[in-house]
């Protein structure tokens, strides 16, 4: 069946300091790539879209020099938390669509937390 | 801009009675999509419905909805709450076009089901 897995689960790294995220899908041909941000008390928030082939598409209040995004092929992306302070945690989900079945899968997440 | 609104907070049901989960929503889409999302701590968050046509049900382990775009509504029901329901739900929006599918969630309903 159709998976995603992220790595790393839960991470602590001090403020002002760098953080990358991985996401894995398993199954299926993930042909775009969407990552999400949970900030406490509050719903899932779209940083950015990624579409192999095409330019990636940042959200408003999100931009590529703080938040990078790598998706080399159609199982994997990967995200950078740079300069992480205070209001960067929360849990950073990975969406990855399978056009076959019209389905977006979500990994668990990885969970950010800054001292 | 587009927003999807869902039950608030806390919903604590006995084993047995009937599971309804409020969401309605906003769009700028004239063909949108809705899903339901369940979220156990420490998982993924799974797909367990997406809306078909308009006025048309759609059923998944138990659990169904129904879009009616003339409230704006996608509200999910079961007949009887178990208590393995007991898990955080997010109603999501999307467009039905382009290949991206960006969701829009709303804020998460927990449901705690009870014996």
């Known amino acids: 069946g159709a998976l995603v897995y992220q790595y790393p689960r839960r991470t602590i790294c001090k403020s002002g300091t760098s953080m990358r995220m991985e996401c894995q899908a398993v199954?299926?041909?993930?042909?775009?790539v969407a990552w999400y941000r949970q900030s406490p008390q509050k719903t899932f928030e779209l940083i950015a879209l990624?579409?192999?082939?095409?330019?990636?598409?940042?959200e408003q209040n999100f931009t590529q020099e703080k938040f990078p995004i790598s998706h080399p092929n159609l199982s994997f992306s990967s995200m950078t938390v740079l300069n992480a302070y205070l209001e960067d945690r929360g849990l950073y989900l990975c969406?990855?669509?399978?056009?076959?079945?019209?389905?977006?899968?979500f990994g668990p997440g990885t969970r950010l937390l800054v001292l | 801009g587009d927003s999807v609104t869902q039950t608030e907070g806390l919903v604590t049901l006995t084993e047995g009675l009937p599971v309804m989960l409020n969401c309605t929503y906003q769009?700028?889409?004239?063909?949108?999509?809705l899903f339901w999302y369940v979220h156990y701590l420490n998982e993924s968050p799974r797909l367990l419905l997406k809306?078909?046509?308009?006025?048309k049900r759609t059923e998944h382990q138990g659990f169904h909805a129904t879009l009616h775009k003339s409230s704006s509504s996608f509200h999910l029901q079961k007949s009887s709450a178990q208590l393995s329901d007991s898990a955080l739900y997010y109603c999501?929006?999307?467009?039905?076009?382009?290949?991206?599918?960006?969701?829009?969630f709303g804020l998460g309903t927990t449901l705690q089901v009870q014996p």
């Open positions: 999501a929006l999307s467009d039905r076009t382009g290949n991206t599918r960006k969701l829009i």
């Open positions: 969406g990855a669509r399978d056009p076959g079945k019209d389905t977006q899968y």
């Open positions: 990624s579409t192999v082939n095409s330019a990636i598409k940042y």
């Open positions: 769009t700028i889409y004239s063909n949108p999509f």
């Open positions: 199954g299926f041909q993930a042909t775009s």
């Open positions: 809306s078909s046509t308009d006025n």
